[in-house]
């Protein structure tokens, strides 16, 4: 994966048909820059903490609407939040027919864009496990992390970078109904079942029923998978559940996302005119809204991105192109730009925003509290101090990444 990798604003024509990609170096696509930030900066923006503010004050709706679209629902449905990982997954997708462009224009040949892919595959798995291990006593072997996810499926995505548009259709079918094939057939839990041990109870409140049953938390093929598979590894202590329902094996439903994404690329860098792409992101958006939907209230597959559900993919694949849509046609068609750009600051420099989110907010917070007191943030009284103390670490952190940008820094694997 490229971390800025390079898409373009389609200002003219690309001649190359939609089902082949051509080694033309494009121009970057301002609008996929700006879309990566949003979704980046919903991600450290977790620092404000909103939850706080929302307990601090219950009797305010605005505190908790935002409190609610901050987090992720507990099972079932889907929360602004929820979208971060599914967007990050989908743009990794929409860059892929443009970074495999690129290096064929420099003359690489197709095997050596498959070892270089399978080396940023491992990179992305360490870094996810590294990233996850921070305060850990020892290496935390779990592949659930957005980056684990992503490089899991990458190799698989790569390949399919280079097939028609059909095989990559076939190939998203296969995976969504072979894996709802494996979690419908894996048997519900025996009176036997021992639901402590999964860290469940049988009357949890947001347990599904009947055939849904199959994708309740901690009881289902993928929870299975990893108290085998998560125990091969060095642990401090045995696998038995992952607190939040999280699995490995959701990478293979995230590697639909990807396709799904880029399927969205390779419209962006077809021949199409700006406003037959944008007819092709809302028809696929609704298409999959509709899909998704039908699945989830006929009970065939609920919508749970905790586990990916077929379901989720295409549901949260119905927002990714909705979102590609809107941001798309204000930034790259009707050159609404200005706005934008701390957005596509944080945007080409993602992972370099996603490693600083996750290893240096608490010493920037600690830092402000030596140096400007430990109630500096009461300054708007207590409800809103985790805004004075988020809003500060967010704006130091904007800083780093703005500075990399001036410098032309941009991390890249």
């Known amino acids: 994966m490229e971390t800025t990798i390079s898409t373009a604003v389609n200002d003219a024509p690309v001649i190359e048909p939609v089902n082949k990609i051509s080694p033309v170096v494009s121009k970057r696509i301002t609008s996929v820059d700006v879309y990566r930030g949003f979704v980046m900066l919903l991600m450290m923006a977790e620092v404000l903490s909103f939850h706080r503010v929302s307990q601090s004050l219950p009797d305010s709706s605005f505190w908790s609407f ?38 064929l224009a420099k003359g690489a040949t197709y095997s050596h864009l498959l070892k270089h892919t399978i080396i940023r595959s491992v990179i992305l798995i360490l870094l996810g496990i590294f990233l996850r291990s921070m305060s850990a006593k020892q290496t935390y072997f779990t592949f659930e992390d957005t980056l684990t996810q992503i490089g899991l499926g990458y190799t698989f995505l790569f390949m399919l970078g280079f097939s028609s548009s059909k095989t990559q259709m076939i190939s998203l079918v296969c995976i969504l109904v072979g894996y709802w094939a494996a979690f419908a057939l894996y048997p519900l839990p025996g009176a036997s079942f021992d639901y402590a041990s999964a860290g469940v109870t049988p009357d949890l409140q947001f347990n599904l029923h009947g055939f849904a049953a199959h994708w309740n938390k901690n009881t289902n093929l993928a929870w299975a998978f990893d108290k085998w598979f998560l125990n091969l590894f060095p642990r401090e202590k045995t696998f038995t559940n992952n607190e939040g329902g999280y699995a490995t094996l959701s990478f293979i439903p995230t590697l639909g996302t990807m396709i799904l994404g880029l399927m969205a690329g390779k419209i962006l860098k077809s021949s199409f005119n700006n406003a037959q792409k944008i007819k092709r992101f809302i028809f696929f958006s609704i ?37 590609l849509a809107f941001f798309y046609s204000v930034i790259d068609v009707y050159k609404i730009k200005k706005w934008s750009f701390p957005l596509m600051v944080i945007g080409m420099n993602s ?33 809103y101090s985790s805004l004075v103390r988020g809003g500060l670490v967010l ?19």
Request: aromatic share 18%.
């Open 287 to 323: 298409a999959l809204f509709a899909l998704g939907l039908l699945c989830h209230f006929t009970g065939i597959n609920p919508i749970v991105k905790r586990i990916w559900t077929p379901a989720w993919v295409l549901f949260s694949g119905g927002c990714c192109f909705l979102l």
């Open 351 to 383: 992972i370099a925003a996603y490693v600083i989110a996750h290893t240096i907010s608490s010493f920037i917070e600690s830092s402000f509290s030596i140096h400007l007191g430990q109630h500096y943030d009461q300054v708007f009284g207590d409800p």
């Open 395 to 413: 704006l130091m952190e904007f800083y780093i990444l703005y500075w990399m940008y001036k410098r032309k820094i941009f991390l890249k694997i």
């Open 66 to 103: 935002l409190a609610f679209n901050q987090d992720h629902v507990q099972w079932v449905g889907c929360s602004l939040h929820d979208l971060i990982q599914p967007s990050f997954s989908f743009l990794v997708g929409v860059a892929v027919p443009y970074s495999i462009a690129g290096r």
